[in-house]
């Protein structure tokens, strides 16, 4: 008999199936006994007689993978409304042991390390698992909505030569005897790709050797990036980013009902016209409204984006906030600067329930731009040869923006700290499993 979810189970009143699974739990009350089988899609109750308890299951320990081929039948008080009767049970792989946290509790409550130790364990959990499924949907409306506009999706090596960004954030690699770098972004290539699709994005891994120990940050972390070309300005790139971002928020919505309602989650709304501000004027009504002197400051800190968060939620009834013209000695070389006001660039970090979510604007796109910028930076053009070839040959104006994934299902599930929402994290102080 070929197996079929429990979430089906619906479909098959009156008939004999067969549901395969891992044992979540079994209930024994004093008349009857209860198997409760997960899989992928939910879970089955089955009810079980009392020779059933003492032989085949009674042996198992929780998590066992287990098939049952039975009767459905009809109950409005178990999952679905239907329960599977008359068993016959057949151990596929039975566990060796009983797991160190009950998976059957509606709520883990034993402590991020202990969850995060056992990850091979306690992602099998309905709500750990709910939140990667937020993240799968929302990678799915990213790829949806920028290949509707066009875009081409890349893949670009994550082994560089250099840098990307400057610094000694770079984790080093020994590649064959030579010096190399796990890649902090796909900027460089993403940009060179322009000049091949004009519109390309990207979802990937990209690494941060930054000595953070925060609930915000990791030092591996899945990057949504896009680039595209032909754009008038930075406002160009902060259209194509809202435009996304709906339609992340209504992949998620279409496709996660259950996680939703199962983590009790929110959707936020993307209003027509993200508000925006410049950095100079936020600065200074965080300093008035906070009593802080901010004066030459060239970052928000991280509680300057919260009360950025709650203004645009109380004056704009909205969740999201673009903070555009960021200083440019805050951005990297290839940062264009605003034609008006050269001291501050032509880019924007889109705020999402007061955390920095995207960072993103527009690049230079001129070869002569290229070598001034790094020059006044004491740079070298020599050693990104590879990279300014694209712009000796020409290329058109042009920006994009970076989605850090991980921020942002922690932001849409309404978690505190992102190695919540993060299959396997990596940190100061985790390499495993």
Known sequence: MERIYSSELGEYVGSRVRVAGWIHRVRRLSRVSFLILRDARGLAQIVLD??????????????SVVAVEGLVVANSQAPMGVEIRD??????????????????????????????????????????????????????????ALGAMGFVEIHTPKIVGTATEGGANVFTVDYFGRP??????????KQIMVGVFERVFEAGPVFRAEPH??????NEY???????????????VMDLLTFTIRGMIEAVRNQCGEALGLLDVAIPAVPRTIPAIHFADALAMVGDALDEDLSGEPD???????????WAAREHGSEFLFVV??????????????????????????????????????????????????????????ALDGYLEAFRYGMPPHGGFAIGLERWVAQVAGVANVREVTLFPRDLQRLAP
């Open 50 to 63: 009392e020779s059933a308890v003492a032989g085949t299951i009674g042996g198992l320990h929780a998590e």
């Open 87 to 144: 068993p016959e049970v057949e151990v596929i792989s039975a566990a060796t042991a009983a797991p160190p946290i009950d998976l059957f509790r509606p709520i883990l409550n034993s402590q991020l390390p202990t969850l995060l130790d056992h990850a091979a364990l306690t992602l099998r959990h309905p709500r750990r698992r709910a939140s990667w499924q937020i993240a799968a949907a929302s990678l799915s409306g990213f790829r949806s």
């Open 180 to 189: 190399a770098y796990l890649a902090q972004s796909p900027q460089f290539y």
């Open 213 to 218: 120990d925060t609930t915000r940050h990791l």
């Open 222 to 236: 899945v990057s949504l990036d896009a680039e595209m070309g032909f754009i008038r300005d930075h406002t160009t």
């Open 300 to 310: 928000l800190s991280p509680a300057h984006e919260r009360w950025l968060g709650e």
């Open 325 to 382: 013209g960021y200083p440019m000695v805050k951005r990297p070389f290839y940062t264009h600067p605003d034609p008006t006001r050269p001291r501050y660039s032509n880019s924007f970090d889109l705020l999402f329930r007061g955390l920095e979510l995207v960072t993103g604007g527009q690049r230079l796109h001129r070869y002569d731009d290229y070598v001034e910028a790094l020059a006044a930076r004491g740079q070298e053009p020599g």
